[in-house]
């Protein structure tokens, strides 16, 4: 069973910098694409950033452009969202996802969520 363990949230001030972190366990199979993503209460989950492993192409919402930055660790099944110039409106719950394939079915998975709360 994949689970999707994520780390890293917190609360910060205004200008400060985090890094979420996700890995993955369990048989996974070929990994297509990595993402944040996040939430605000009564909001709908919005991508922050995704990058197609195969391509190397990455993504990122307009909100978070120069700030924030996706990376991976294969070797590790890691995620990483670097966040840097944090503003109050980054507060939200932040989630990963994976999608893999094994063979030719394709599976998405997401991590619990973590908190990232920024204060003036």
């Known amino acids: 069973q994949v689970q999707l363990r994520e780390s890293g949230g917190g609360s910060v001030q205004v200008g400060g910098s985090l890094r979420l972190s996700c890995t993955a366990s369990?048989?996974?199979?070929?990994?297509?694409?990595v993402a944040w993503h996040r939430q605000v209460p009564g909001r709908q989950r919005e991508l922050v950033a995704q990058?197609?492993?195969?391509?190397?192409?990455?993504t990122y919402a307009d909100s978070v452009k120069g700030r924030f930055t996706i990376s991976r660790d294969a070797a590790k099944n890691t995620v990483y969202l670097e966040m840097n110039g944090l503003k109050p409106e980054d507060t939200a719950v932040y989630y990963c996802?994976?999608?893999?394939?094994?063979?030719?079915?394709?599976?998405?998975?997401w991590g619990q969520g973590t908190q990232v709360t920024v204060s003036l």
């Open positions: 990058m197609l492993t195969y391509a190397g192409t990455l």
């Open positions: 369990g048989s996974i199979g070929s990994i297509n694409a």
């Open positions: 996802r994976i999608t893999a394939s094994d063979g030719d079915s394709q599976y998405g998975y």
